[in-house]
């Protein structure tokens, strides 16, 4: 049978696309499953006994394991990404990315996005930065469907037509209710009989404003990148599709497939856990982020966290709230002679002989986190 | 101690070993978890909510997520490998392959298979075809035992002696009530409030004989292969036995680790899912499927699919049947000078300079339909 | 902000830190879940259906399906790395591993280990023997909380301080009650109806003492292990570092990312399983083990078992115990003409010409064997 008609679908939107204002419902919506929970939480070395031990969660006054913040930030943000950045040359920013109800395995997350603004690029008529915010509720139409996180983010968008016009204008961002649910203080619970699960050193009491910690671990990345975005449903090709990189390298970052950012986002917050995150109750929320690098398979991931400000956890004496800076890089080969002076080769955060360091990654975190005088 | 007797089981059988009319009831059986779930359905990019989204799947009359056609075909075609095809050299033929009760987390498959015919190469004497039709049920034993899926492949198997005869005669296949279960329209359902969970151009109604459609997306297999076969339990060391192959590279397709064929399969159906499946109910039936070229690490797999027919779905008019048959193709390095004239790099479905395209596979597809009039 | 202070925390103990009679309540816990199940009882190629199949391993007694031993060796060891053997250079020996309770989906491990003694190695300042004794136990505080596994185990592992004194003395090992538990034979239950799900010929009927069995299959370790081991939470950088291992690749063994032991450990299990395994009703012990020589993404893994002794199994009339021998090896390319003899390439347990044979594992089994005469 001869065929008659080509289709050719356009997958996502371009800059042109994009109108201040318009909502997108995504398509799909995704149930956390138990296969979800292990191929994310633990590949990212998740620290935090509240995603990886049951009963300690359920001691806790959860209902079983609980989502960390970097699975639920990989599920919820894929969802956007074939309307919003399928046609994306790199996320910009993060903005007021906020944490609301628990979620648990069978849980099913629904994403909406709305659209702030399009604005053209300075110099490069080929994009535009959109700005948009997105909720994802888990559950909807349920008795506990509940908004389980919120964020803004600004992302390079190329354009279909470098002549196009562009949606002018501006549309306020929602007010969307998303605070962190966290459960009751009991002081029926013997909390200490479990505290030897979490590490001694990282209670409320532990963080000084001021102090850098570098984080000890580092974890290689490896082609495994592709698989994972898959199974997240992100579909944009630039981390997936080495025919298209092939063809023309030099349009693409680095000339190679790049990183989905959720991956270095979830993983810095893995390499930071057993130091940061550990006795988090939960995170609060992540006031800024960006990514300040491309990350290819092969590099190899480190993390540090420079502690800015404590303060006390308004009507919860049990709780106290970091305010954190999470920051995530990695090391280039440098040219032939940029550095001459050899350092010590197990400090991972300084760059040796013929190593440039690179920053990746920097995300603002408020954490609510338990005190040793209560939990330990 | 010393060892005074060697034992090397043969696995699999050999041509001259197979009788038309024996059955084989497969080894170990398999329970669906969540696990397989995410690692299968997820990495192919499979599209229909169904099979990802545990609440629409439940407002459309399913238990919950639905294990879509891919993972089900995984999963009862590798328990039939030992005995059929772990001394095969290709998988030649899918013929009626058809799809009956849904499968759901924590059911258990188990399937068995008749020897239909056993027929030699004609031209080589180390090799002959086995056609085989295979069943697949769960929960056997149970209330709710049922056919999942039934099939009948013709499988390019080796001799183990080239002398050896092969056993005559033909049997024939048996009748094997196999029809889709569906669940009913349900007039009290808002299926238009879930709506945007789908693609909204995929409908019954939009779908026109004559036509191409290219699917956008493409997806690079990494040596990922060798480890989801192994939770497959696809047992052919042609797969996952790299030393093997380091042995005698000549004997082997392409002197490399082949990619088992399911994988291809699935992959070619996830990336047709936004413009075929996501509004599908269900597949009815392949009635023919072949591979046309192997996979291996590192290629990029992309798919079309063309629409032959379409037609009423009786009793149903909720929905509709679309016949079409799904293709797959990569790109290999062409010889200097095979081609001069150069193409668009966007279009992935025509070779640019430099490549040529290759066919891997094609399907014929029956596919019940969802109306746009009923759902949307 | 500037900071004021910089931290880098120690992870894991250095040789001078371990005091015999030292207990280590390991942090985090790992609830088992269809993820885990997924991911590491079917890469190995597992072949009992105890682990496969849910309706089959009801029917033989057990709540659902049961976690074999390589997955329960994975996720018990993998606790107890960080306290024990992040600053290891190997894994020297296993000893006295025993099994207990069953384990399900949805149970909880939490791990103890007890320091028994520390010795300095004979020649290497650097390095000393640290012997432990470790038990892992389910649903802790739960009306169900049982011993599922407990082992001695012998590392060597590093000095921080090359001049540092070690805590002498010995500790006694605990006396751990750990009895393999086993559903009780049922007359009741049509056993023989479901014999074809497991290998006809590896009931205790079949193992003859002096017998060894090399089995068929083999499996290449890809740059999966990288990932494998995070999800294990398993910190040892040795495994995932790769920038650390190119700062100074003489230190690391074979100058790359080894794979962790609990990898080929259970790989080893996986291939020896149709043969060995498939109608195994549980492994009571692993008396002694040991790694002989490292495994590296790219090697392909083969395994043989020789059978030492058969014996009654006291009170129960339809099992008998089987003490075998696991053995592991791979190959590796010779040093030019060190061997001229070719040999045939279709036995993969003898290097062909221009290849070394290389033993990689050992281990001690003990067997609780089904006999056919009750079911089959």
Known sequence: MAMSRIIRKQTGNFLEDFRPGQIFRHKGGKTITEGLFTTFTEFAMTANPLAKNARYARAYGFEGLVVPPGLAMLVAFSQTVEDVSENARTNREYVD????????????????????????????????????????????????????????????????????????????????????????????????????????????????????????????MTSEHIHLTAVLDNTSQVHCNQFMIDQDPDRYVGGQLIVFGGIPFTLCLGLSSPDVGDNALGDIAYPTG???????????????????????????????????????????????????????????????????????????????????????
């Open 97 to 220: 990315m906020r944490f609301g109800a628990p979620i648990y395995v069978g849980d099913t997350l629904e994403v909406e996005t709305k659209v702030l603004s399009v604005v053209p690029h300075r110099k490069d008529p080929n994009l535009g930065i959109v700005h948009v915010q997105s909720t994802a509720r888990k559950n909807v139409g349920a008795r506990d469907e509940a908004v389980v996180m919120t964020w803004q983010r600004k992302v390079d968008v190329f354009k279909r037509d470098p002549a196009a016009e562009l949606h002018p204008g501006e549309a306020a961002p929602d007010a969307i209710a998303c605070e962190l649910w966290l459960p009751r203080y009991d002081p029926s619970v013997d909390y200490k009989s479990m505290a030897h699960l979490s590490s001694p050193d990282s209670y409320f009491e532990d963080f000084e404003p001021g102090t850098r910690i570098e984080h000890s671990r580092g974890r290689t």
């Open 290 to 376: 960006r990514h300040t690098a491309p990350l290819f398979a092969g590099d190899t991931v480190f993390a540090a966290t420079e502690i800015r400000a404590v303060q006390d956890f308004p009507g919860r004496p049990d709780l106290g709230i970091v305010e954190a800076t999470l920051y995530g890089h990695k090391f280039e080969r440098a040219p032939q002679a940029s550095r001459s002076e050899p350092t010590a080769s197990e400090d991972q955060q300084v760059a040796p002989a013929g190593w440039k360091k690179v920053a990746i990654f920097e995300l603002e975190r408020r954490i609510a986190m338990k005190r040793r005088s209560h939990y330990a």
